[in-house]
């Protein structure tokens, strides 16, 4: 079973930083895009940031220049650095790729369980 797991999640004042990790099992053999996701009380799941295995980057226009993702390909793993936070950004963050595993050549996609992030004003 494929299994994406997020750590690094917490409680954070207006203006600090945080860095979110996502990690692959070990039967994932390939991962394309992946990235991460968040979910407000209330609201739809949005887009946060997305990273090719090239490294191409795409971000929300409200988390452009504070969040940084990046990719580790030989681990099959993302992250996210999230600077300059905003109470806005509360929410439940969730990693998110496209991957296949050595048993299939059928790419799928998987989400992790998420990882809170409460920022306080």
């Known amino acids: 079973q494929v299994q994406l797991v997020e750590s690094g999640g917490g409680l954070v004042q207006a203006g600090g930083s945080l860095g979110l990790s996502c990690a692959t099992s070990e039967n994932i053999f390939r991962v394309n895009a992946m990235g991460w996701y968040r979910q407000a009380p209330g609201k739809q799941r949005e887009l946060v940031a997305t990273i090719t295995t090239g490294g191409s980057t795409n971000y929300a226009d409200s988390v452009k220049g504070r969040f940084t993702i990046s990719r580790d390909n030989a681990k099959n793993t993302v992250s996210l650095q999230m600077n300059s936070l905003k109470p806005e950004d509360t929410a439940v963050y969730y990693c998110?790729?496209?991957?296949?595993?050595?048993?299939?050549?059928?790419?799928?996609?998987?989400w992790g369980q998420g990882t809170q992030v409460t920022v306080s004003s």
């Open positions: 998110n790729a496209d991957a296949r595993t050595y048993y299939s050549s059928r790419y799928s996609n998987y």
